[in-house]
């Protein structure tokens, strides 16, 4: 479904954060991109959305160039990007307004409803329908996460992208949308890039983890992590392997 190819990224003149890159993942796979600060995670993520272009070479979905942003991609940036002045309910909504005004073809249509039949069913399965009237500084931080993942599964992606999205959360709420995370990822047969700094978060959610280092990347570091999935996963002697390797390869004592 993705695929990088040859992909160069620089900053104006500056180093190249991506050089002659190579990387794929197909339809339906659960990747962790994981890396230390300044890496590039972040760079990687806008590049996939299309929000950012390459300096050479190509980035494809499903065998498409990437040239703007792509209806079917879900971008969750990081802290969330709610409206302050919007409430949960209306928050929620934004995606679709966006795409029903302008269509999905990016052109004006006047049209201004919001299928509510697309919006409810998510509140309801995100446990927001209590919190629905509430503005973003009315809420947990776990229940803002939770609403910009409804804001963005209410427009049916099938690729979803995460930038660190559960860094800012305390542990049990972190823990508890990681589970959810991955529940959706297989119920809605998303393919899933989600980008992170933890060790333990790319571990317990990447079936396969992307590891990035120190710009410039050159070649694609790919750590099979198959048992992902499984619940009891987080408590497994394999778990805590793959943990063991990633720091290790990380060099981190
Ligand atoms: P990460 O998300 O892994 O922390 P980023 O993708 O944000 O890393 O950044 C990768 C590298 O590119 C870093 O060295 C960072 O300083 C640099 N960088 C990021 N954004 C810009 C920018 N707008 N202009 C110039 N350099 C940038
Ligand atoms: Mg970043």
Redesign the pocket.
Known sequence: MIQLQDLTFS??Q?LP?FEHFNWQAQRGEAWAVL????????????LLAGLFLPSGGKVLVDGIPIERPRPQSGLIIQDYGLLPWATVHQNASLGLRVRNFYGPDGKHTPQDFIPEQDVLPWLKRLGLESVADKYPGQISGGQRQRTAIARTLALKPDLLLM??PFSSLDAPTREGLQALTLELQQEQALTLVL?T?AIEEAALLGKKILL?S??PNIHANVIDNAEVGNPEYRHSARYMEVCHDLRARMEIP
């Open positions: 900053y104006g500056n954060v890396g230390p600060s300044g890496c590039g995670k972040s760079t990687l993520l806008y930038d660190e980008v700094h990035l120190q710009p």
